[in-house]
């Protein structure tokens, strides 16, 4: 009997899947044997390391200067020193001394303050299908980096040794929002990515990074859980150029017991973002029992197709077992091509299959002819059919192409 591709691609090992990746370019290589390497590998590229030492009374100006410590958005101060974070839906309201949720927030004083400001602990060069964004500058590279900590906790989460972990436990360097954007230009990124752990709760940096490389020519993407209030929301979308949301279930269930957060500000953020117009692209990661549902899939397609419309792109990605969710198998192939198949059904013309190199759910097909008119392998594109986002028989998709 002939194989299908669904049973070709579950039994092909870690070793194939390395050998099929595309290779780095030296300077990819260069570039990633120093970020990797973490702390001292980031200052072997010229950027200053931080000792950070957090404790104390409240921090004199020099210290803040030194530390890279700003005064936080989207705060209100409260009687008896207490604060109000706005920034997020959980709208933490934190003691004096004492930090909200994500770890990287701190009230002193009655004043609440980021620590993390232009200090991030993770930089690579990323080619901008990883994140995943496929209809933003296909084939691009993005200039991507992360500080510690997030807003909330997946429990598969797969980059938690810094989603989890505050600030001072991390090596981090000096990089303000100007050295960041001229870094990007001088590595030929024309695309930074705030991603990695959570860009929300670096709100203030991201804000001010994407201002800085918009200045250069430089496009600026945030790879979000869209844990966000609206109006904090819309003020980012006015220095962005674009934003995935992962989108973890179409439960409140799930969002309770697997991410300690909730669906409801989610659904509000897709919603916001397609009043403001910016382009946005949805992830969601399919883990086996939790959150495969297919019927669940078509509900949240539906939900898609008529408060969104049917032109955003849908990922379903495939889930390995990672951090506290190690009993439960890789999401069979199968699961991922049934529920792009109801997506499909229920009128979504963009729907892509994550974490399965070869497939050809990777790639782009025009709604109006049917053309393969991107041919992805992994995060390489092999072919790119598109004319100023037109495919060869005049049909203009959706998509941010030049």
Not at 205 to 223: F, L, N, P, T
Request: glycine letters at 8%; one cysteine or more; aromatic letters at 10%.
């Amino acid at each position: 009997m002939r194989e299908s591709m669904s049973d070709r691609l579950d039994q092909r090992t870690d070793a194939d899947l390395a050998r099929e990746a595309s290779a780095l370019t030296r300077r990819d290589f260069l570039l990633r044997a120093c970020l990797c390497a973490g702390g001292a590998g980031l200052a072997a590229l010229g950027w200053p390391r931080v000792a950070r030492s957090l404790s104390g009374s409240p921090w004199s100006e020099e210290e803040q200067a030194r530390l890279g410590i700003r005064e936080a958005s989207w705060y209100d101060k409260l009687d008896g020193l207490r604060v109000a974070c706005k920034l997020c839906p959980r709208e933490c309201v934190v003691d004096d001394f004492e930090r909200g949720y994500c770890g990287v927030r701190e009230n002193r004083g009655g004043t609440y303050y980021t620590l993390v400001y232009g200090r991030p602990c993770s930089l690579h060069a990323d080619p901008v299908e990883k994140k995943p964004l496929y209809h933003f500058l296909p084939g691009s590279k993005a200039f991507s980096l992360a500080t510690a900590g997030c807003n909330m906790e997946c429990q598969f989460c797969q980059n938690w040794q810094i989603s989890q972990t505050r600030p001072e436990d991390l090596d981090s360097v000096e990089l303000p929002p100007a050295q960041l954007a001229g870094s990007a230009v001088r590595s030929s990124c024309p695309i930074m990515a705030f991603t990695y752990s959570e860009p929300v709760i670096f709100y203030e940096y991201m804000r001010d990074a994407a201002a800085e490389g918009r200045k250069r020519g430089i496009r600026s993407v945030m790879i979000s859980n869209g844990y966000i209030q609206p109006e904090p929301l819309r003020e980012l979308a006015g220095v962005l150029d674009g934003i995935k949301v992962d989108l973890k279930a179409f439960q409140e269930g799930f969002y309770r017991d697997v991410c300690d957060g909730t669906l409801e500000p989610v659904l509000k953020t897709l919603e916001v973002l397609s009043e403001v117009g910016i382009w946005y692209e949805i992830v969601y990661l399919i883990v086996p029992t939790l959150n495969d549902d297919l019927a669940e899939i078509g509900r949240m397609s539906s939900w898609i197709r008529s408060r969104l419309g049917p032109h955003v792109p849908l990922h379903f990605s495939r889930f390995h077992p990672t951090y506290k969710i190690q009993n439960l198998p890789s999401t069979p192939i199968k699961t991922l091509e049934k529920a792009r198949t109801a997506a499909l059904e229920a009128g979504l013309q963009f729907v892509y299959l994550g974490n399965v190199m070869g497939h050809e759910g990777e790639s782009t097909y025009c709604p109006s002819c049917g053309r393969r008119v991107i041919h992805r392998f992994g995060y390489h594109v092999a072919e790119n059919l598109l004319r100023s986002g037109r495919c060869p028989c005049g049909e203009a998709l959706a998509g941010v192409w030049s």
